[in-house]
């Protein structure tokens, strides 16, 4: 509907009135009024877009309307990387400790927390960890203890807000072991508390099975190929396994899913 032909209504809506069947008057100012907001959204709509956009809004703002909003204002994305042979070693220790902060309205990674860890039982890595995780001994020699990543975490989770209580968040992994298993077991080996926040998470392989009607065995990699996502970076690696949980959770929302907690309270 262009302006002139939106006045030219109008103004026959005007002069017309008298002729016009009085219960039926109301119902054509409606109808006349509903195409002029329609021609004003369609001729101005895109002007307002680029607008946007030149303040760097647009992508934000279409991400957002994309899909419907999620129970949490931030997922933490986590994936640990630990000390591992075969047979397998005891206790294992965590050597990577890789967070991703993302966004729940956008879901967008706004933050990183990615620290390597000192194993103390078994400091010295051995071949097989080495090549599951691109970790070499290099990487962890000199690092903080557990114990002091963990200080760092709660600093870097007071800093980036997560600990307002007004502040609705979520740990998210690709599976159980990293928060029912291996964290709290070593914990308990070096007599360490552990934080509230980590007690409660999302198994991504639990929501994707909800969202996709199919268990992934082959954990990421099946994700991944479910979703036809390219796998990004190396496998095992805590930082890139977390890159690729965050992408799979960005593309699952754009579908429509909502993010629920599948553990159990402790």
Request: overall charge positive; some cysteine; proline content about 6%.
């Amino acid at each position: 509907v262009s302006d002139a032909s939106g006045c030219s209504m109008i103004a026959l809506l005007h002069t017309g009135a008298a002729k016009f069947p009085q219960n039926l008057l109301p119902r054509a100012r409606q109808a006349v009024c509903s195409l002029l907001l329609a021609g004003v959204l369609k001729g101005y709509g895109s002007i307002v877009s680029r607008k946007l956009a030149s303040h760097g809004f647009g992508a934000s703002m279409a991400a957002m309307s994309s899909f419907p909003p999620q129970r949490y204002h931030y997922f933490l994305v986590l994936d640990f990387e630990a000390t591992c042979d075969k047979p397998q070693i005891h206790p294992q220790e965590i050597i990577e400790f890789p967070i991703l902060k993302l966004n729940g309205r956008t879901m967008e990674i706004e933050s990183t927390f990615h620290m390597y860890v000192q194993p103390v039982v078994h400091p010295q890595l051995t071949p097989f960890c080495t090549e599951l995780t691109g970790i070499i001994q290099g990487m962890v020699d000199g690092q903080p203890s557990l114990q002091q990543v963990l200080e760092r975490v709660d600093e870097w989770m007071a800093k980036e807000g997560l600990l307002d209580p007004s502040v609705k968040s979520i740990f998210v992994t690709c599976g159980d072991w990293d928060l029912k298993v291996m964290l709290p077991g070593q914990c308990q080996y070096l007599g360490l508390p552990v934080a509230d926040y980590f007690k409660q998470w999302i198994n991504l392989k639990k929501a994707y099975s909800f969202a996709m009607g199919s268990w992934p065995k082959n954990g990421l990699l099946d994700m991944n190929k479910g979703l036809n996502l390219q796998h990004i970076g190396r496998p095992h690696s805590g930082i890139d396994d977390c890159k690729n949980i965050a992408n799979i959770m960005k593309t699952l929302a754009h579908r429509g899913f909502i993010f629920k907690q599948t553990s159990k309270p402790f």
